[in-house]
């Protein structure tokens, strides 16, 4: 039996905020620092070692995956860092609070954005500072691949062939794994791994900084999952 741990990123700025984020590369908060920390004690409290990490591009998920090993004096393992890893991108509600947005739209309007795997949120264009080809870090991603918004069966979309091809091969070799990331692109993992219906995953919200654990049989299917606490 093989364990998987995901955790999403403690507390960022923005989420102290209450804005909507994506693939803005907000900071964590000093209680977000706190959680990953926190996280990396719980961790090492209950045994778990880690033999590679992976995460996405943004500090965020970086930061607390970095906090979470320097606790578990596991810092030296490898960590491989992908845009596939990221959070949502949130189009046109980036850098908006979300408070205010459901004044002007109304709550079900924005629930259904935030919740609905199927539904995008307004996309913005490529004049737009927050269109992520302005960015070094992308210089890789095909034009295709570039988001101007994205709803989270797109996220799940371009989340698999990095699930497939480097965490899958790690998982068969026996190592033991860890995956640092955001809300809904764990979201849209945690879909896939256990087949849930896009009923379920709307009522799905992963907690900050919080391990979700993932026991798996031989053919690395979820046997059962649980928080550490
Ligand atoms: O703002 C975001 O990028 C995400 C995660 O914080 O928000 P939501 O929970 O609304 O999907």
Do not use: C
């Not at 943004?58 to 906090?67: A, D, G, N, P, V």
């Amino acid at each position: 039996m093989q364990k998987l741990v995901l955790i999403r990123h403690g507390e960022s700025i923005w989420n102290k905020e209450n804005r909507f984020t994506g693939w803005t590369d907000v900071d964590l908060s000093e209680e977000g620092v706190r959680q990953a920390h926190q996280a990396g004690q719980l961790l090492k409290k209950h045994g778990f070692t880690f033999d590679i990490g992976f995460t996405s591009v943004l500090k965020r998920s970086i930061k607390t995956l970095h906090f979470v090993l320097e606790e578990m004096d596991q810092l030296w393992i490898p960590v491989k860092k992908s845009w596939r890893l990221n959070e949502r991108f949130y189009g046109a509600l980036q850098g908006l609070n979300k408070a205010e947005i459901v004044q002007q739209y109304g709550e079900e309007q924005v629930h259904q954005w935030r919740r609905d795997p199927h539904a995008h949120p307004p996309a913005i264009t490529e004049n737009d500072e927050r269109f992520p080809g302005h960015y070094l870090r992308y210089n890789d991603l095909t034009y295709r691949e570039l988001p101007l918004t994205e709803n989270l069966s797109e996220t799940m979309t371009r989340a698999l062939p990095f699930w497939h091809e480097s965490i899958i091969p790690a998982l068969k070799q026996n190592q033991k794994v860890i995956i640092s990331a955001h809300g809904n692109s764990l979201r849209a993992l945690v879909q896939y791994i256990e087949n849930l219906s896009d009923e379920q995953v709307t009522q799905l919200d992963i907690p900050t900084a919080t391990p979700w654990v993932y026991e798996l049989d031989d053919r690395l299917n979820s046997i059962r999952h649980y928080y550490l606490d």
